[in-house]
Nanobody
Framework: QVQLVESGGGLVQAGGSLRLSCLAS????????MGWYRQAPGKQRELVAV???????NYADSVKGRFTISRDHNKYTVYLQMNSLKPEDTAVYYC???????????????WGQGTQVTVSS
């Protein structure tokens, strides 16, 4: 199994910053894309940012210019630096990775347990 542990969420005032981290562990041969999603109350889960194994990134329009995704290949860790936070960024943030556990398996998607980010106005 692959475990994802997120950290770094919390309460911050509008305009502030937070940095989320997600560490993947377990029987991992390779990780492809790593990403962050979020889900606000009453809304569907949405993509925030994703980074490929080659370092290409993609962001939701709502966070472009404010959030930065990065990864440490050696540590199987993905980060999300969130600056200029707005109340509408309030949500549970989930880490997602595409990982390969065994050579005979296909890539699988794994989710973290989520970390709450609350931005007060």
């Amino acid at each position: 199994q692959v475990q994802l542990v997120e950290s770094g969420g919390g309460l911050v005032q509008a305009g502030g910053s937070l940095r989320l981290s997600c560490l993947a562990s377990g029987n991992i041969i390779r990780i492809n894309a790593m990403g962050w999603y979020r889900q606000a109350p009453g809304k569907q889960r949405e993509l925030v940012a994703v980074i490929t194994s080659g370092g290409s990134t993609n962001y939701a329009d709502s966070v472009k210019g404010r959030f930065t995704i990065s990864r440490d290949h050696n540590k199987y860790t993905v980060y999300l630096q969130m600056n200029s936070l707005k109340p509408e960024d309030t949500a549970v943030y989930y880490c997602n990775v595409e990982a390969l556990r065994y050579a005979w398996e296909s890539l699988q998607n794994y989710w973290g347990q989520g970390t709450q980010v609350t931005v007060s106005s």
